[in-house]
């Protein structure tokens, strides 16, 4: 009988991805197993990046290559691991994927790769963002490890009655997938999301994940719906998406694929959808994706009026008696009647 030949094409331009799918087709073909375990390594800290990989790299444990600053490889005894980080203001943060031969060496591995932050790691909450885009024909998505933001101030969302924090609270607990913020720029409306992305961390004892995109063309394909429903992404957010949730009937052909997850599987698994948007009117949205039982908000985030902003601006202060008095000649004006909460920021300093 004649023996039955077989061949697989992959095309990537991502050599180290190249070389560990070559190792475990080769294992399979095989009838061997190679890297049966699997775990993702990501913490952000206060040290410059090419620090932190100058000193992963040079570990004698293991051999590294550097595909560039920010992109490094690791290849051991039954190990094989990829990193990425960006850079922030003040912290760098940093995703591995580790395969390993057992638990034991994916452990080590972990612990090894932690231990170059030392003490700059960061430890509060964090959350990952999955930053999704398309790339060609096929969804491609960077990974970016973000510090959960404090507590919001009441004061900053007058219109949230009860506190922001109690309305978090709710809407995580809550059955229903879809928040809306609607509000012009500059009104608090990222700032708001952060804290729920945030709270979402701080209950999975600091693993959240996160699904975001602003790519409209990324939206107009399934690719990211299915990412989502197969996923383990506990938020999915759409910043600025004024022409996604515009009604159906003005020629809206992209908002079905959102109202038929929130109602499946994402709903009975308590995931959560939120969009921002900066449309003016209540009306300018799609009724069905506001209905009662889908949405469990539209939060209308307007701007503040002199005296909110002056509440604020003393909050925010804290009894810094500088920061009141540049509060107080910013809020004076008579002729200016509102003002964003970042305007309250910016004035303080």
């Known amino acids: 009988m004649e023996q039955l030949k077989y061949s697989i094409n992959a095309r990537t331009n991502d050599v180290p991805e190249m070389i560990f799918k070559s190792r475990v087709a080769n294992a399979l073909a095989e009838g061997k197993t190679r890297y049966p375990i699997h775990r993702r390594v990501n913490f952000a800290a206060r ?16 051999r590294v290559e550097r595909i560039h600053a920010s992109y490094i490889v690791i290849d ?13 203001s003040d912290y760098c943060s940093v995703s591995f994927n580790v395969w390993a031969r057992d638990v034991a060496t994916a452990e080590a591995a972990r612990e090894r790769i932690l231990s170059k932050a030392a003490a700059t790691r960061i430890t509060e909450p964090m959350f990952t963002i999955n930053w999704s885009f398309l790339a060609g024909n096929e969804l491609d998505s960077a990974e970016i490890e973000e510090i959960a933001d404090g507590d919001l101030i009441d004061e900053a969302y007058p219109e949230i009655k009860g506190g922001v924090r109690a309305f978090i609270e709710r809407y995580l607990d809550s059955k229903e997938a879809v928040l809306v913020l609607q509000g012009p720029p500059g009104t608090g409306k990222t700032r708001f999301i952060r804290a729920i992305l945030g709270e979402i961390s701080r209950r999975n004892d600091g693993d959240a994940q996160v699904l975001y995109t602003g790519d409209m063309k990324a939206l107009e394909t399934d690719q990211i719906f299915v990412k989502f429903i197969t996923g383990w992404d506990n938020a999915f957010v759409v910043e600025d998406a004024d022409h996604l949730l515009k009604p159906r009937a003005e020629g809206n052909q992209h908002l079905h694929r959102f109202l038929t997850i929130a109602d499946g599987v994402v709903r009975s698994q308590g995931r959560k959808i939120i969009f921002s948007t900066n449309l003016p009117n209540v009306g300018d949205l799609d009724e069905a994706l506001i209905r009662p039982g889908r949405c469990f908000a539209l939060l209308n985030i307007r701007q503040l009026t002199a005296d909110e902003a002056a509440k604020l601006a003393v909050r925010v202060a804290a009894g810094d008696p500088e920061k009141l008095k540049r509060a107080q000649a910013a809020f004076e004006n008579p002729a200016q009647r509102s003002y964003s909460v970042a305007s309250v920021y910016k004035a303080l300093g």
């Open 47 to 62: 040290v410059e990046l090419e620090a932190l990989f100058d000193a992963i790299a040079l570990d004698p444990a293991w």
């Open 76 to 88: 051991g005894e039954g190990l094989y691991a990829s990193g990425w980080g960006s850079r922030k």
